[in-house]
């Protein structure tokens, strides 16, 4: 049934009436999450990758500056972002096993535990027991995005040879993650990537329906990257938000993320209507929080650069409240 | 005499328990107001979040229920019980655990896990169920103070659409029923309490009103005189026929 659902709100119809579409998502934003938004912000470990995505900034067959965070510039950064008041963190890495490994996430996660009540990764997809180990190591929810769900699109832009060209092993990172005890887990894809990203988000839906129905009590949620600048297929903004509406009304308890890579003034509005969780303080380099040099590159520009402080007020001047965490009990 | 409302051994003459989510802290006090609140619910994490805490907005005198949401398991529960009490939130504990993502439906069977464990540890257990007597009975064996079957999926404003198997829970259990969710508005909470239910506690409905403090109002008028209604003895309502004016048994001499 959330298939037909889905189909209909991503429509080119549905679209036509985007006013209906926004009234219907705020409605069920507010039934389910209240006035409340939570906010979180990422932080860049490193950005080694052994990928050459045709798409992505970090690609190895980029000439940028690569760098890796130390322990004692990790606590750095997350001694920065803890005093801005944020409870809840993303670490990110490239994918790179190497220079990267499994070990070093956790060692990260440990050290984040004595910062954050929530502690998120959007890392490259790892096996059961290494998910376990980091869940066990305190992180609770895992980010993979398929970046398309189409699988020819998808061997184009990751090509052979390269860790994430296996399709497959990538679509089973949710699954793995919540096998091994995880709270919740990310769904997306990289919106402009496939020209017709109506089906792309399309089967995120579903493949987040799948998962749900599998592992009942399992959080869900969605984010909505937007690729910029140069690409074939740039969505505007109106339909970006027909897909976050989309989302909103066909999984009124998911959460739904709005990343830096959209302005301000949207994504204060799309707060409002369909968007729950909001990153907040945002750098894209790595580190760059605690006020050093940055030691690499960012993966993509930011369009949204306000520091904590301000999103927070944006946030009460719409009447809405900042919720800092969800969770008491880490795992 | 007074229709006072007790459990636990405390007493309170307010019967509209308010969930406290989903509305802004700073209004806390107005809605508490409003609604004559005595009791309210609070989530843990926004009791113990390092930035701003809901227990900075709660009155004096209010009577602090907090909740375990988030839990997933009867250990969970305890644990966040645990901690509630260390953050000096009091003996009172509702039970939320849940383990489905989609409806929020509560797990009766760990549900009555956890609030064995918790009342033999001496807390003032009210379990949050699916109204199901069997579970009820385990609830109220376990050492359960009220018992908090839902109405309609939490945050889902559909009223009481589990109402005849919350009038088997009245009808059964020697303890206060309270209906917890998805009450949606003021005359479902006069309905649940015209049926004899001890207490309605509502949350989305209010946080969701155009004006949550005279929402907050309407659902204790509304409380109010649904209660009034269960004491006066409602009327009796037929079904579709008028009652004959000459008996059936008028043949009968003796």
């Known amino acids: ?331 | 005499m007074k229709d006072l409302l007790t459990i636990g051994g405390r007493e309170f003459s307010s019967r509209f328990i308010l969930g406290s989510g989903k509305f802004s802290l700073d209004m806390t006090r107005t809605v508490i107001e409003r609604g004559g609140v005595e009791m309210a619910t609070l989530a843990l994490r926004r009791a113990n979040s390092g930035t701003d805490s809901i227990l900075d907005y709660m009155p004096d005198g209010i009577t602090l229920l907090p909740n375990t949401s988030g839990a997933r398991t009867a250990q969970e529960a305890v644990r966040i019980a645990r901690l509630a009490r260390e953050l000096g939130c009091g003996d009172f504990i509702k039970v939320e655990v849940i383990n489905d993502s989609k409806y929020l439906l509560p797990d009766n069977a760990e549900t009555v896990k956890a609030t064995e464990i918790l009342a033999k540890d001496g807390f003032i257990v009210m379990p949050y169920m699916f109204p199901d007597l069997v579970s009820a009975r385990a609830m109220a064996n376990a050492g359960a103070a009220a018992i908090m079957p839902l109405g309609a999926p939490i945050g889902s404003n559909k009223g009481l659409l589990t109402r005849d198997f919350v009038q088997i829970l009245v009808d059964e259990i020697d303890l206060p029923i309270i209906v917890d969710a998805g009450i949606g508005r003021p005359s479902q909470a006069c309905e649940a309490m015209e049926m004899g239910v001890a207490a309605v506690m509502a949350n989305t409905a209010v946080a969701t009103a155009r004006d949550v403090g005279a929402m907050a109002e309407a659902f204790k008028l509304a409380v109010q005189s649904g209660r009034l209604a269960y004491l006066a003895g409602l009327g009796r309502v037929l079904d579709c026929e008028g009652e004959a004016s000459s008996p059936l048994t008028g043949f009968l001499e003796d």
Request: some cysteine; overall charge negative.
């Open chain 1, 1 to 331: 049934m959330v298939a037909e659902l889905l189909q209909e709100l991503l429509s080119p119809e549905a679209g036509k009436d985007l006013e209906r579409l926004a009234r219907l998502a705020r409605d069920e934003t507010r039934r389910w999450f209240g006035n409340s938004v939570s906010l979180y912000t990422p932080l860049y470990l490193a950005n080694y990758c052994d990928n050459h995505c045709t798409y992505c900034g970090f690609s190895c067959n980029n000439d940028i500056l690569r760098g890796k965070l130390s322990v004692a510039e990790i606590e750095a950064e997350f001694k920065a972002i803890a005093a801005t008041g944020l409870e809840e963190i993303l670490l990110l890495t490239g994918e790179s096993r190497e220079k990267s490994p499994p070990e070093y996430i956790c060692e990260a996660v440990k050290l984040a535990r004595s910062y954050f009540r929530t502690i998120g990764l959007e890392v490259y997809p790892l096996e059961v027991s290494e998910y376990a180990d980091l869940h066990k190591a305190g992180a609770d929810f895992v980010s993979v995005y398929q970046e398309t769900y189409n699988r020819e699109l998808y061997a184009k832009c990751h090509p052979d040879n390269t860790p994430k060209s296996d399709f497959d092993y990538r679509l089973g990172s949710q699954e793995r993650a919540l096998q091994a005890g995880m709270r919740g887990v990310s769904f997306g894809v990289l919106l402009g990537l496939n020209p017709d990203w109506r089906k792309d988000s399309l089967e995120a839906g579903l493949h987040a329906a799948r998962i749900q129905r599998k592992f009942p009590h399992c959080e869900i949620s969605f984010s909505v990257p937007r690729l910029r600048g140069s690409v074939a297929t740039e969505l505007t903004e109106r339909e970006l938000l027909q897909i976050m509406a989309a989302y909103r009304i066909a999984f009124p308890y998911a959460g739904i993320n709005i990343s830096t890579r959209e302005r301000a003034h949207f994504r204060d509005n799309v707060i409002g209507i369909a968007a729950n969780k909001i990153s907040a303080g945002v750098r894209v380099t790595v580190g760059g929080h605690s006020g050093g040099q940055s030691k690499g590159d960012g993966q993509f520009a930011l369009s949204d650069e306000r520091s904590v402080e301000q999103i927070k007020s944006a946030i009460l001047s719409k009447g809405l409240q900042c919720v800092y965490t969800d969770y008491v009990l880490c795992s």
